[in-house]
T-cell receptor
Framework: ETGVTQSPTHLIKTRGQQVTLRCSSQSGHNTVSWYQQALGQGPQFIFQYYREEENGRGNFPPRFSGLQFPNYSSELNVNALELDDSALYLC?????????????FGNGTRLTVT | DQQVKQNSPSLSVQEGRISILNCDYTNSMFDYFLWYKKYPAEGPTFLISISSIKDKNEDGRFTVFLNKSAKHLSLHIVPSQPGDSAVYFCAASEQSANAGKSTFGDGTTLTVKP
């Protein structure tokens, strides 16, 4: 059983640039969620995708967008990067879209915005 | 306004003793609670969960207790082992919500000394 994989592991971007992060879901999982984890804090919900559609969004601006593909892999896109976007971005897949489905996380992408 | 709080940033216990990690929440709509463990450079991994219809759930050395009236839950690890040293996140969600958004606390770093 293949777990959740994320790429790249580390990334350095300049303020104002755009970035795309990628995630492959765990085999058999149809739901993917993205979380942002700032240093010393817990993960914060960005959004969730189910059947290729955004199914819920946290308190993040529209410059954070995503995609889910037919094979359930996913992308997180962030436009007009700001210094505060520097964080660990975690992708998580789950068997269902509801709150009682445990999340299976990847190891994250560390984004640094300078 | 942090809806899930882990008030102890760190906890240190001796090997073989009990570890008790605490978590408080404020949102009455939360009815499902999960604990995740995170090692450095890895994503969080699901540990144990509890539904609000229960007050206790046990899985091997791990037991989660829920006190709904106090909006408080705790994770007990007995006996504690050095390999349990990690950051523990408490998370809460709404089972009936269409989107499985989980709200996380900021984590407690557990150190188990040999």
């Amino acid at each position: 059983e293949t777990g959740v994989t994320q790429s790249p592991t580390h990334l350095i971007k300049t303020r104002g640039q755009q970035v795309t992060l990628r995630c492959s879901s765990q085999s058999g999982h149809n739901t993917v969620s993205w979380y942002q984890q700032a240093l010393g804090q817990g993960p914060q919900f960005i959004f969730q995708y189910y059947r290729e559609e955004e199914n819920g969004r946290g308190n993040f601006p529209p410059r954070f967008s995503g995609l889910q593909f037919p094979n359930y892999s996913s992308e997180l896109n962030v436009n007009a990067l700001e210094l505060d976007d520097s964080a660990l971005y975690l992708c998580a897949s789950s068997l269902g879209m509801r709150g009682n489905s445990p999340l299976h996380f990847g190891n994250g992408t560390r984004l640094t915005v300078t | 306004d942090q809806q899930v709080k882990q008030n102890s940033p760190s906890l240190s216990v001796q090997e073989g003793r009990i570890s008790i990690l605490n978590c408080d929440y404020t949102n009455s709509m939360f009815d499902y609670f999960l604990w995740y463990k995170k090692y450095p450079a890895e994503g969080p991994t699901f540990l144990i969960s509890i539904s609000s219809i229960k007050d206790k759930n046990e899985d091997g050395r791990f037991t989660v207790f829920l006190n709904k009236s106090a909006k408080h839950l705790s994770l007990h690890i007995v006996p504690s082992q050095p390999g349990d040293s990690a950051v523990y996140f408490c998370a809460a969600s709404e089972q009936s919500a269409n989107a499985g958004k989980s709200t996380f606390g900021d984590g407690t770093t557990l150190t188990v000394k040999p």
